[in-house]
């Protein structure tokens, strides 16, 4: 057998192992939960962005929604504190001074709370809340999550 013969053989084997290899971890990727009603019947959660948002949280339905496209910068940055000041960077020009409060109720949730004190009276003016999501990391493993808003709302 010649060398060229040999070298193709090779190949095509190396190609065909990487293709096998590649199905076989492909198939062994867990799919979606599945949830049993009390019914039953069984069906498959449909979205996995619904179990990422934060919805347990009750202080929400105090504060009226603000929809996302209507914040003034980016929804995605890698510190959640820099990312809500951002998004609301317009509060800054009505007076006054700043609280933030940055919590992190799970792992992959953070929840920051702006309240935007009018001058003097040191009554709360306006409160802003926004909740985010880590989705992934920016480039090395090293590097800090990336946070994305997934909710913003403000109460007077």
Known sequence: MSAKLKFFLIVIL??????????????GQPSAPIVETTDGQTQQVAAIHQSQEVVAYSERSNFKTIPLEKLNSSLQGSDPATLALNAFD???????????????????????TITQIKGGDDSVG???????????????????????????????
């Open 14 to 27: 190396s190609i065909f192992a990487t293709a096998g290899a590649g199905v076989y971890i492909i198939q």
């Open 90 to 112: 317009d509060i800054g020009a009505v007076g006054g001074t700043r609280k933030v409060e940055v919590a992190y109720p799970q792992r992959n949730q953070a929840l920051v």
């Open 126 to 156: 306006i409160k802003y809340r926004v909740e985010m999501t880590t989705f992934g990391r920016s480039l090395f493993i090293s590097s800090p999550p990336v946070w994305q808003i997934v909710w913003a709302g403000v109460r007077n």
